[in-house]
């Protein structure tokens, strides 16, 4: 993913990263997702991560689950956008 191509605008109230089967994503090197969480953090945005089966997760997950990325279990991805959606848009005079 090149996340240096992402432009978070001011609005954004939560980042889904989608990320490979059992929440592997890369967090050394070029284009990581780790300074992708930390510029989320700097904007107080936060980073939510799917594709978690359950809590057997591999390395990388427990870095960015450390650096204060937060998990969504057992749930489909587009049913993980639909819930964080519901969530911060709620009584904001926004309709799904």
């Known amino acids: 993913m090149l ?9 954004v109230k939560a980042v889904l990263h989608v990320t490979y089967h059992s929440c592997t994503a890369r967090t050394l090197g ?17 980073f939510y991560m799917t594709a978690i089966k359950n809590s057997s997760v591999y390395e990388t997950s427990n870095i960015l689950f450390q ?20 969530k911060y848009n709620v009584g904001q005079g926004i309709s799904p």
Request: aromatic residues 8%.
């Open 67 to 86: 650096s204060g990325a937060l998990p969504i279990y057992d749930m489909s991805n587009e049913m993980s956008f639909c819930t964080l959606l519901i």
């Open 3 to 11: 996340y240096s191509a992402i432009n978070i605008p001011e609005n």
């Open 30 to 46: 070029n284009e990581n997702a780790l300074d992708f969480l930390e510029l989320c953090k700097t904007k107080n945005i936060p």
